[in-house]
């Protein structure tokens, strides 16, 4: 079994900061790419930065310039820093992983619980 936990959401004000993050644990082999997505209420889920096992990143074209996401391979986690949050940034965050499981030849995709980001004054 693998799961992915999130943490670090919260309400913080306009031009504020939060720091995401997102473990894996579990039976787990090796992770392939990690990233976060977002959905704001009435709205699909959108990708927000992705970044591959060997550290190259992308990025919305929303958040580049505020938000950087890292990942620490030792500790299985990804995180995403989120600055000069604005009210639009408002969405349920989710990470995503691709993983090999140590019983399986597959890489299949995992999804976090979701973590709210509020940001209002």
């Known amino acids: 079994q693998v799961q992915l936990v999130e943490s670090g959401g919260g309400l913080v004000q306009p031009g504020g900061s939060l720091r995401l993050s997102c473990a894996a644990s579990?039976?787990?082999?090796?992770?392939?790419?990690m990233g976060w997505y977002r959905q704001a209420p009435g709205k699909q889920r959108e990708v927000v930065a992705g970044?591959?096992?060997?550290?190259?990143?992308n990025y919305a074209v929303s958040v580049k310039g505020r938000f950087t996401i890292s990942r620490d391979n030792a500790k299985n986690t990804v995180y995403l820093q989120m600055n000069s949050l604005r009210p639009e940034d408002t969405a349920v965050y989710y990470c995503?992983?691709?993983?090999?499981?140590?019983?399986?030849?597959?890489?299949?995709?995992?999804w976090g619980q979701g973590t709210q980001v509020t940001v209002s004054s």
């Open positions: 995503n992983a691709k993983i090999r499981r140590a019983t399986s030849l597959r890489w299949d995709d995992y």
């Open positions: 579990g039976s787990i082999f090796s992770i392939y790419d």
């Open positions: 970044i591959t096992s060997g550290g190259s990143t």
